[in-house]
């Protein structure tokens, strides 16, 4: 049984740092990328990170891009996302996802796009 924990999320004041860490487990993941999405109250879940199981192809959602960083550790089943310089409009439930392509070359922003989801992390950043 797959299962993905994220853990790391808390309350934050605006500016400062939070780094978020997802834990997989149940199978192996080998040739899968992986990717972040949050949910904020009343909207819809979007992206905000992925990256490929080489970790040479990662993507970012423009609004956290430069101040968001996706990382990994295979040897760990691991997958971190660096958040610096927090803004009040990224308060969300984060929650990592395993993507359903094997091997893959391209970027994948779509939530269909993934098979495995964690059960999600609260980040609240503070003004």
């Known amino acids: 049984q797959v299962q993905l924990v994220e853990s790391g999320g808390g309350l934050v004041q605006a500016g400062g740092s939070l780094r978020l860490s997802c834990a997989a487990s149940?199978?192996?993941?080998?040739?899968?990328?992986m990717g972040w999405f949050r949910q904020a109250p009343g909207k819809e879940r979007e992206f905000v990170a992925s990256?490929?199981?080489?970790?040479?192809?990662?993507y970012y959602a423009d609004s956290v891009k430069g101040r968001f960083t996706i990382s990994r550790d295979n040897a760990k089943n691991t997958v971190y996302l660096q958040m610096n310089s927090l803004e009040p409009e990224d308060t969300a439930v984060y929650y990592c996802?395993?993507?359903?392509?094997?091997?893959?070359?391209?970027?994948?922003?779509?939530?269909?796009?993934?098979?495995?989801w964690g059960q999600g992390t609260q980040v609240t950043v503070s003004s």
């Open positions: 996802a395993v993507q359903r392509a094997v091997w893959s070359r391209s970027y994948h922003l779509r939530r269909d796009e993934y098979d495995y």
């Open positions: 149940g199978r192996t993941f080998s040739g899968y990328g």
């Open positions: 990256i490929s199981w080489s970790g040479g192809i990662i």
